[in-house]
């Protein structure tokens, strides 16, 4: 207990797996709250100060699923293995418990194993410091070795944390107490690691840094800011703390060298708008049906993982943008090369997160096969951009195939080692292909032999004693026996000495199994030991290779990219889109792909495709009148996408795009409460419109969808009023404003560069049918009560609606009004029930049949209800 103790101590914060023979035990509070989060069984072991100690144990081989489950709830895990072997432990001579400790601690973001990852994302470890009154923020995947670095700010630091979704974020405590990071931090809660201070002393960081890279200074990767330096190394640090038992291994994680991410090269899009365009998970929190989804044609894991991360980055240079567009429309132009590249590319399981494995020395034989596989098909790959003939290859494609690599030698050399079928793991044996080794092929024909004269053993027993069903046979507890049934007892000769009764059988072994079983032990185990030496030449082979094989991965994701753009552009008929300095905004026939393609699943013919022409001088913003459902929140929606996917390096859906760059993309569309942070719809509404009118400027892109509507009517109008002015002279910025005030296209009249535009509808036989087109011009009407009639509002309620509407339309809103009030619906009801017609009075039994719900009758209600239908009916 005592060493128990000891490490419980050393390790604060995490739920203690401590092994015990085959399984991963906790104790104490531990155990309760691990067994309460997995659902097992919460028991008792032994008594610590005059209580029971509550105790739950996992299986060792099954502990990833329950670890998964735990790091899901939350919670670190500290992985306490035993560190010699029974034998080991006896040659010690020491009485005292088996030598523990702890090999690793696994949380959030700093997972290795496919099984507690989701192939197609990054999980980053981001930590976040402070130095000289400027904050840093650096971002790792260990899984992946992908490093970053940037400088952040305050006002910054929400959208930066929202484009990386770290999936755990290390900070000094101090960070804490500063109330506006609190405040802003709040929504992260679940992910946060708080550290001492002193873990993010940016000097000592650089020393570790340097130390990691094993350079003098950290000059050559770039120039950092102390506060950059000091989250780095905080990361590496904790990255040490975490993998333990890598680094007393002399194992060190594969980090890539640092890359900084540059401010202002990549567009900046707040949390809020990121989940109002849903680019990473829809409204439901499902990947399903969000941009991300809709675009996503990749072959490879690593492949979806660049795409996620170009989408949640879309850069700020129009020449670093054309160079990803470049590639895209080789593709695009090549379809037989791109189809072929896809297909090999499906060949390629994901070497980043191998050789991390590897690495780490958690990894196994099916990670050597993995990256035969890939490594195998990079020829492949290389020879078929060589075939493209006499047109030359853009730099993105041109410096993937160089990054391909060469790796015949060591394909080969895998190729030749690996057998067909592989355990999990390297204890296991038998991953080596016969041929590979004299040696290994040697102890394991002794091996077989032995089981084959084992076999023969059998056969000479049979015939020797008469017993026809006697049998050889093998377990793990007494290793090979002798068995006959118990109505054989007694027949057999001396040299058969008694093991075991079972029920209906009698076991024993002789001095010839015992022989057998012992060179078959030693065989297989030299043989198993061998096996491990030449697995870790394997992977000694492939760690002297692995800046190139990380290069490799590189280059095959963004092939994967580039090729799966081209898919996507191709599929839906998508165009390259024009991107440039200034501020043009000049789309043709724009679609939103996610919309667009809702309806084509649902076999609706079709969406209608709307132009967007902004001009700086006369139309830099758009006030979009028109009904509800008519399609105005998708046309603001769509051409923020449509600058977010050419800034990402894609095709875009539109017949022709022209897009100045855009630095930062804000939105300010239907709100739901924040009940969570006490805000109510209107607060969160005005909180990001608050955001937009301090932030935005004159190259940023911005879409309002109806502001003012949770409050009062004038009051409402009267800030969206304002809202308007101050965007059209203080921002500037390319707007599309959606909204139900008409009275606001008045303002078109004053502000030079406002112009108006509706939805068009057209009045059929009495029906509004929506034609999802934008025009010039402003709604005169909101249709609301036809969308209220549409959704199934009562038919009395509507009818009083457009009674109303009318009145408040004459604009004599005093005097009508009163009137209207004293005329309650009730009255007329009363009235109309004197003067039926006979259609009326089919409808009010229908009205009353429609609003019935059964379910929900009691049997007495129900008689009463048949009752004065038969009134309404007979009446
Ligand atoms: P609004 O914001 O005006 O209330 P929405 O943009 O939410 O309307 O659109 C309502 C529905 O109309 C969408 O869910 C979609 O099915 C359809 N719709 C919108 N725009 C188009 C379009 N351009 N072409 C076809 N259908 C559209």
Not at 443 to 449: E, T
Not at 587 to 608: C, D, K, M, T, Y
Not at 845 to 858: K, Q
């Amino acid at each position: 207990m005592a060493q128990y103790f000891e490490i419980k101590k050393a390790n604060p914060g995490c739920l203690l797996f401590f092994r015990m023979g085959d399984f991963f035990e906790l104790f104490f509070d531990d155990a309760v709250a691990a067994a309460q989060a997995l659902d097992i069984a919460l028991t008792k072991r032994g008594r610590h100060d005059g209580a029971d100690i509550p105790m739950c144990g996992v299986p060792v081989h099954t502990a990833e699923t329950y670890l998964a489950r735990l790091i899901r709830a939350g919670f670190k895990v500290a992985i306490c293995e035993q560190i010699e072997d029974p034998a080991e432990a006896k040659k010690r001579g020491a009485k005292g418990p088996m030598r523990r400790a702890v090999v690793r601690v696994v949380t959030a973001g700093t997972l290795t194993e496919d099984g507690l990852l989701d192939a197609r994302r990054h999980n980053y470890l981001a930590g976040l410091a402070e130095a000289g009154g400027e904050i840093g923020l650096a971002w790792l995947d260990l899984s992946t070795g992908a490093f970053a670095l940037a400088p952040s700010s305050e006002p910054a630091l929400p959208g930066d944390l929202a484009r990386i979704a770290p999936g755990e974020i290390l900070l000094p405590e101090r960070l804490l107490t500063r109330p506006a990071l609190f405040e802003m931090l709040a929504e992260w809660k679940s992910a946060l690691t708080l550290l001492p201070n002193a873990r993010f002393d940016s000097g000592a960081a650089r020393r570790r840094l340097e130390g990691f890279y094993a350079v003098a200074a950290l000059d050559g990767f770039g120039s950092f800011s102390r506060a950059e330096i000091a989250a780095a190394g905080a990361l590496v640090d904790y990255v040490g703390q975490t993998q333990q038992g890598q680094t007393q291994q002399r194992k060190s994680p594969h980090l890539e060298p640092p890359r900084r991410v540059v401010p202002g090269s990549v567009m900046q899009i707040d949390a809020a708008t990121r989940r109002n365009l849903e680019l990473m998970t829809a409204a439901s929190g499902e990947r399903r049906g969000s941009l991300l989804a809709t675009l996503d044609r990749t072959s490879t894991a690593a492949g979806a993982r660049l795409l996620a991360d170009r989408l949640a980055a879309p850069l700020t240079e129009p020449a670093a943008i054309d160079v990803r567009l470049d590639a895209v429309g080789f593709f695009l132009d090549s379809p037989g090369l791109r189809a072929g590249v896809r297909e090999r590319l499906r060949h390629c399981p994901d070497i980043e997160r191998a050789l991390t494995r590897l690495s780490l020395g958690r990894g196994g034989p099916r990670d050597l096969a993995a990256l035969r596989q890939s490594l195998a098909e990079t020829a492949v790959l290389h020879d078929m951009f060589g075939e493209s003939g006499l047109v030359p290859l853009p730099q993105m494609l041109a410096d993937a195939r160089r990054g391909l690599g060469e790796h015949g030698m060591l394909v080969d050399r895998l190729g030749r080692a690996l057998a067909e079928e592989l355990p999990l793991f390297a204890r296991d044996g038998g991953f080596i292909a016969p041929g590979y080794s004299d040696e290994l092929d040697e102890w394991r024909r002794l091996r077989d032999d032995s089981r084959r004269m084992i076999a023969g053993l059998q056969a000479r027993y049979a015939e020797m004693t008469g017993i026809v069903a006697l049998k050889i046979r093998h377990n793990n507890v007494i290793g090979y026996y002798v068995e006959i049934s118990a109505n054989h007892a007694g027949k057999l000769g001396p040299e058969f000495i008694h093991r075991q009764t079972m029920a209906g059988a009698q076991r024993y072994t002789t001095a010839e199994v015992a022989a057998l079983e012992t060179k078959i032990a030693s065989a297989a185990e030299r043989a198993l030991a061998l096996e491990l030496r030449l697995y870790d030449n394997l992977v000694g082979e492939v760690m002297a290779r692995r800046a190139e094989i990380a290069k490799t991965a590189a280059a095959l994701a963004s092939l994967d990219v580039a090729s799966a753009l081209a898919e996507r552009a191709a599929e839906g008929g998508w165009v390259r889109p024009i991107v440039e300095a200034g501020t043009a905004f000049e789309i043709s026939a724009g679609r939103h792909p996610i919309v667009e393609a809702a309806l084509a699943a649902s076999g609706s013919n079709g969406f209608v495709a709307n132009d967007c022409v902004l001009d700086q001088d006369e139309a830099r913003l758009w006030l979009v009148t028109g009904p509800n459902m008519a399609g105005k929140s998708t046309f603001l929606r769509q051409n923020a996408l449509l600058a977010l996917l050419a800034q990402m390096g894609s095709f875009v859906p539109a017949r022709a795009a022209r897009i100045g760059i855009v630095d930062r993309l804000f939105s300010r569309v239907g709100a739901a409460d924040d009940l969570a942070r006490g805000r109510s719809t209107f607060m969160v509404e005005m909180v990001e419109t608050a955001a937009i009118l301090n932030q935005a400027g004159p190259s940023s892109f911005v879409i309002l969808d109806e502001i003012g509507r949770g409050t009062a009517t004038f009051d409402g109008l009267s800030i969206a009023w304002a809202t308007l002015e101050h965007l059209h002279a203080v921002n500037r910025s390319r707007t599309l404003f959606a909204t139900h005030y008409h009275e606001l296209t008045a303002l078109a009249a004053k502000l030079p560069a406002l112009a108006c535009h509706t939805m068009r509808v057209k009045e059929w036989k009495g029906e509004v049918v929506f034609l999802h087109e934008v025009g010039p011009g402003s709604a005169d009407r909101s249709y609301g009560i036809h969308v209220a009639k549409l959704a199934g509002l009562p038919k009395s309620v509507t009818a009083r609606a457009e009674e109303v509407l009318e009145v408040l339309e004459k604009g004599e809103q005093g005097g009508a009004l009163a009137r209207l009030a004293d005329d309650l619906p009730l009255f007329s009801a009363a009235r109309r029930a004197h003067n039926p017609t006979p259609a009326a009075n089919q409808s009010a039994a229908e009205e009353l049949l429609r609003e019935i719900r059964p379910d929900e009758l009691t049997p007495r209600e129900a008689l009463d209800l048949i009752y004065r239908l038969k009134t309404l009916v007979a009446e």
